[in-house]
């Protein structure tokens, strides 16, 4: 199964390794371009993998990874359209590219997986959201969700919950790194040592999400278990509330939508 990437920035490079490492195809089997040369040194040196041009990608792969950023997908899918083989399956990892509007670039109908990862792939921690067309057998769409799957989880839904995805898990990561830093900035204004405060931050935040994994409790059941009456917690759980943390995330997740919409 000849796998390639045109694009390879982090998130591309986070799917390599989590095929390298799960061993899902040979490294030979593996190509990926880019127009930056440091970004084909890195192919070439730390992935060690093929190197070649966008239509060489396109001409060899089975699966094929559109991995460039929003912008550049038109000019990439033009050059591109006429080298792709029917059978090969195209996977998106781009915001707002609905399967309408990558089936008006391509001009003719083309196996397309849309998919919204997340940056803790690189961490093998990601969470991906996925939908496909109707050219997609669910063989196939079983060969990509492995792939997704080497580096975090994957869940196939609607198309029209991958705009929630976005707000959801895709950029979600930048607003708990924000949460991190600001508790760890709080910590630091009260007398801990900053790394050890981001330590602290993190290892709760970890702990945190693994336990609404893990126990299936309700977040609002867990949060309860820690509110003990007239105690810290309830504290600043109320203080939080005060301040509109709760909108200022729901808020965020709908603006993050709306950008996604009309992209």
Sequence with gaps: MKTAFIGCGNMATAIIGGIL??????????????????????????LQIRCVSNTEAAELADILFLSVKPQFYEEVIAQIKDTIR???????????KTLSWLREQFGRDLKIVRTMPNTPAM????????????????????????????????????????????????????YVFMLIEAMADGAVADGMPRAQAYKFAAQAVLGSAKMVLET????????????????????????????????????????????????
């Design 216 to 263: 299936g409790k309700h977040p609002g059941e867990l949060k309860d278990m820690v509110c003990s009456p007239g105690g810290t917690t309830m504290e600043a759980v109320r203080v939080l509330e005060e301040k509109g943390f709760r909108s200022a995330v729901i808020e965020a997740e709908k603006a993050c939508v709306s950008k996604s919409r009309s992209m």
């Design 21 to 46: 490492s799960s061993r899902i195809c040979n490294q030979e089997d593996l190509m990926a371009s880019d127009s930056s040369a440091a970004a084909q040194d890195r192919i070439r040196h730390d």
């Design 86 to 96: 029917p059978q090969t399956v195209i996977v998106t990892i781009a915001p707002g």
């Design 123 to 174: 961490v093998k921690e990601g969470m991906t959201g996925v939908c496909r067309n109707e050219f997609v057998s669910d063989e196939e769409l079983a060969c990509v969700l492995s792939i997704l799957e080497s580096f975090g989880k994957a869940e196939v839904v609607p198309e029209r919950l991958l705009d929630v995805v976005t707000s959801v898990s895709g950029s979600s990561p930048a």
